[in-house]
């Protein structure tokens, strides 16, 4: 069965830094998806990649997918309180998602 | 459009009881999920339906079950509720193109204590 694992599991970063979520799967990708949860709340969706090498951004955020498509990374730029929360990247499983485990961002004013 | 709707947001159960969590979807979906959230271990699927009449287990479906008798509700049923089911539990739906499911759009959970 195919698994996801993200790194890091959690960080903390100071406001108008930039970081990096990494998700590495055991096979290959059909599909990526990348969620984002605020505490208490369900998950908002933030983009999709499927193609080996796509790379896709919304406002300040960036998802890319690699060319083997095993590995997508998730970066921000200039970091706000606002993208506190928990990131977490999804696989298609054949009309399923496969979750990982999440990376819980905290961002310091 | 209200999305994905959960109720109820909160319960307590005791040990031994039973209750059906409902979600309603109101965007034509065919597709629907129920996922428990731990923390630390990110989202589990416990069971999905690629339309109404058809179900399937997931990840972590014992203790569970669930009927989709119609396109907009999935309601997800625990019979004999344990501690283990202490979670939080989020449904999903997503549309299909020609057996391809597209994103999922996610209900606010319902958080669930049994004692």
């Known amino acids: 069965s195919q698994e996801l694992e993200q790194s890091p599991q959690s960080l903390i970063v100071q406001e108008g830094k930039n970081l990096t979520i990494n998700c590495t799967s055991s096979?290959?990708?059909?599909?990526l998806y990348w969620y984002k949860q605020k505490y208490g709340e369900g998950l908002i969706f933030l983009m999709m990649?499927?193609?080996?090498?796509e790379e896709k951004s919304h406002e300040k955020i960036t998802a890319k997918l690699d060319e083997k498509k095993q590995q997508s990374s998730l970066h921000i730029t200039a970091s706000q309180p606002s993208h506190a929360g928990i990131y977490l990247c999804?696989?298609?499983?054949?009309?399923?998602?496969?979750f990982g485990q999440g990376t819980e961002l905290s961002v310091k004013p | 459009n209200a999305g994905v709707t959960q109720t109820p947001k909160f319960r307590i159960l005791k040990i031994g009881q039973s209750m059906t969590l409902q979600c309603t979807q109101d965007m034509n979906h065919n597709y629907m999920y129920w996922y428990r959230q731990d923390p630390g271990m990110g989202l589990k699927l416990i069971y999905y339906s690629v339309g109404a009449g058809i179900t399937d287990k997931g990840e972590v479906p014992n203790g569970y079950n669930v009927s989709r008798s119609t396109t907009e509700d999935f309601p997800l049923r625990l019979e004999l509720a344990a501690p283990s089911q202490t979670s939080v539990y989020f449904c999903a739906s997503s549309y299909s193109v020609r057996g391809v499911a597209y994103e999922q759009y996610f209900g606010p959970g319902t958080r669930l204590t049994v004692t």
């Open positions: 990649l499927q193609k080996g090498g």
């Open positions: 096979k290959t990708l059909y599909g």
């Open positions: 999804g696989a298609d499983g054949g009309g399923k998602l496969i």
